[in-house]
């Protein structure tokens, strides 16, 4: 119903293995919080946070610990971040339930086509979805909109008109995620004020997008639930600390709960964070770990049969499309929130000067040649800004720059022709991608073997035999 928040960016890929607890001071303990995932079988990316609600006492500690699958995070929360979603989760909740229904193939409306569809055909499309969870997600956020909002009821009989339903959504959403901050500025590029760490006792960040807090408010403090806003910034992938951000708990907490989600990625991504008295029970970090594999071995299970179809066949059925879709692919969409951040096949074998084609799939991806040892996709700068690496978006090499097309719905899946790689340099066809996916296509002249990489994604690669 509402297309992502952000793009979602990419870093490189780790496995994130969990332990039992550990103190977090004599008498104290730390929870541990799994932020993404991927499969061990091969690179993925899961945004969402690892379990959904976790409990800790007054003096105790949560750790945020980020799974290297290409995707940078930040933890952003604090009370009035707590109070704004808890406001509007109804519309996080439909979003999320009505893409997921509409990408299993569900006859939704399409929001971008309403046609002459009436809210009457939405509720008949919501209540005869036969994934259960989702359909009773669904009515259930719409209702509690109907009710705040005025939409109108979700009624089979009702003649309302669906594209007067989607001006108004859209109307009423913008207002609640524009009070939200993200980590992307209107330039697509790191915005400051979210991107470095920030902590207030009152008030948001900055308006202005490049400035960020002052050097006091970047000193973390014991998390009290009295702070307005308490953000990680973008979470460092090396060094001391890397990909961990540690949220110790006040000794005087204000008792309750707390949501902290992720500024690049959205809300969907998100953990409650319940505080409770120093001598209460809570669930052991086993118990935490238990939770963490049922959400995780969910997703394994939705994409191994996805990597699979793609290998043995080469060919993969996307919901609502007529016919599979055939490859080789740059990457595979999984359900909402995750892909496989793979080349399938691995290893190819083409002539020099014929084409090699790819569907892109999943996320933005480069197809990128001769790629430096070292390059870092997020750059921490002396300074404290933090920003995308200028060399990961444009294309390279001599590569031909993608221009997205005007009208995507009458011409169907892009495609583009980035030209041709003469086997010496830095070659990259920049950071490209669209909806369900786009056709790429480029050819090498020289023969010999080529190593290649998706900059975004590290753990992405893949070889290419060139012969005479």
């Not at 109108?152 to 009989?157: E, T, V």
């Not at 400051?192 to 000193?219: F, I």
Request: with cysteine; aromatic share 10%.
């Amino acid at each position: 119903m509402r297309a992502g928040m952000v793009r979602a960016m990419a870093l490189a890929a780790g496995v994130f293995l969990l332990s039992g607890a550990c103190g977090g001071g004599e008498g104290f303990a730390t929870r541990r919080v799994q932020v993404d995932h991927s499969s061990d079988q091969f690179a993925t990316f899961a945004l969402f946070n690892f379990p959904a609600k976790v409990t800790v006492r007054r003096g105790d500690a949560v750790e945020f610990k980020q799974t290297w699958t290409g995707e940078p995070h930040t933890v952003t929360g604090g009370a009035s971040v707590t109070k704004t979603l808890r406001e509007g989760s109804a519309w996080v909740d439909f979003f999320d339930a009505y893409d997921s229904l509409l990408g299993s193939g569900e006859p939704l409306p399409n929001p971008d086509k309403p046609g002459n569809a009436t809210v009457g055909d939405l509720a008949k499309a919501m209540h005869g979805a036969k994934d259960e969870a989702l359909r009773k997600k669904g009515v259930e956020a719409y209702e509690a909109l109907s009710a705040r909002y005025g939409l109108p009821a979700l009624d089979d009989a009702s003649t309302a008109s669906f594209a007067d339903l989607v001006e108004t959504v859209g109307k009423k959403s913008d207002e609640f995620f524009s009070a939200m901050p993200s980590a992307f500025g209107d330039d697509d590029q790191l915005a400051q004020n979210v991107a470095q760490a920030c902590y207030l006792k009152e008030g948001g960040p900055p308006e202005d997008q490049t400035k960020s807090c002052k050097d006091k408010e970047q000193v973390q403090p014991r998390f009290d639930g009295r702070q307005s806003y308490y953000n990680s910034g973008v979470i460092p992938y090396q060094g001391t600390g890397g990909n961990t951000f540690k949220v110790r708990i006040a000794d005087d907490a204000k008792l309750g709960s707390y949501l902290f989600y992720c500024a690049v990625h959205g809300l969907s991504q998100r953990t409650e964070v319940e505080i409770v008295g120093a001598d209460a029970d809570i669930p052991s970090q086993s118990e935490v770990n238990r939770q963490i594999r049922a959400g995780t071995s969910a997703i394994n299970k939705d994409l191994e049969v996805l990597y699979d179809d793609a290998k043995d066949d080469l060919k993969v059925k996307l919901p609502k499309a007529d016919e599979p879709i055939e490859g080789p692919f740059a990457g595979l969409a999984g359900k909402e929130h995750t892909a496989i951040n793979e080349f399938v096949p691995k290893e190819r074998a083409v002539k020099a000067g014929e084409p090699i084609t790819w569907k892109m799939m999943g996320s933005y991806h480069t197809i990128s040649f001769d790629v430096p040892r070292y390059f870092p996709i997020m750059e921490f700068l002396k300074k404290g800004t933090v920003r995308i690496n200028p060399k990961l978006s444009p294309p390279a090499g001599g590569a031909v720059e993608y221009v997205e097309p005007k009208d995507e719905e009458e011409q169907g899946p892009p495609k583009h022709d980035g030209g041709t790689y003469d086997g010496t340099g830095f070659w990259s066809s920049g950071l490209i991608g669209a909806e369900p996916y786009l056709e790429y296509t480029m050819r090498i002249t020289k023969p010999g073997t080529y190593n290649y990489a998706c900059l975004l994604h590290p753990a992405m690669v893949g070889r290419i035999k060139v012969t005479q």
